[in-house]
């Protein structure tokens, strides 16, 4: 399996403001998600990370609003611009890693995000 | 969108009992996966199914990928308090990459 760190673990920001979340793994990986878990909820996949290009958005999710990078193989990052408190969530990353029979996918501990 | 129904929503159970909650879905999955999540944690990785029919078993845990690759079942043998979290289950559909469609989540508590 694989380790993920993301950081910050938690933040509360001001509303309008931006958050850059960062998400390293400890091993080449090929494929990188970025989940959302709003209260109380299941986890929605923001978009596919790609490397050396522009991430895949899932419907509902747009690249002004959570604008992602990932410069390398084991390194992501997503921001949240111009903040309301509905976006107040936990923010995942996920990777996927091949096994011998299929792909697993893991998760790094997340960051808890407040806006006010 | 697609989505997966994930049953029950909550259980509340004493220790000791057996427990099952189960996925369905209205598209072909080719990978099954079940998750547990505990309060300011990540979804931890509990079991991975692969093939229809396919039976797996990780300790107490034993999970199944459907025949019609449409569902699957997670149960929990002589729960403990340790137990207690939320269960998810995760799949990824035929040809659409590695992304992963979460149910709705059972939540677990578990009386010693």
């Known amino acids: 399996s694989a380790v993920i760190s993301q950081k910050p673990s938690r933040d509360i920001c001001q509303r309008g403001t931006s958050l850059t979340i960062q998400c390293q793994v400890d091993?080449?990986?090929?494929?990188m998600f970025w989940y959302r878990q709003q209260p109380g909820q299941s986890l929605t996949l923001i978009a596919t990370?790609?490397?050396?290009?522009?991430?895949?958005?899932e419907s509902g999710f747009v690249i002004d609003k959570f604008p992602i990078s990932r410069p390398n193989l084991t390194f992501s990052t997503l921001t949240v611009s111009n903040m309301s408190p509905e976006d107040s969530s936990i923010y995942l990353c996920?990777?996927?890693?091949?096994?011998?029979?299929?792909?697993?996918?893991?998760f790094g501990q997340g960051t808890r995000l407040t806006v006010v | 969108g697609q989505q997966l129904n994930q049953s029950p929503q909550s259980m509340f159970i004493q220790e000791g009992e057996d427990v099952s909650m189960n996925c369905t879905s209205s598209s072909i999955f080719n990978t099954w996966l079940w998750y547990k999540q505990e309060p300011g944690e990540g979804p931890v990785l509990l079991i991975a199914?692969?093939?229809?029919?396919e039976l797996t078993s990780n300790g107490r845990l034993t999970a199944q990928f459907g025949i019609t690759r449409k569902d699957s079942f997670l149960n929990i043998s002589a729960s403990i308090p340790s137990d207690v979290g939320i269960y998810f289950c995760a799949g990824r559909i035929y040809n659409q990459g590695g992304k992963l469609i979460f149910g709705q989540g059972t939540e677990l508590s578990v009386k010693p």
């Open positions: 990370a790609n490397q050396g290009s522009e991430a895949t958005y």
């Open positions: 199914l692969y093939k229809a029919g």
């Open positions: 091993s080449q990986v090929t494929m």
């Open positions: 996920s990777v996927g890693t091949r096994t011998g029979v299929g792909t697993e996918a893991f």
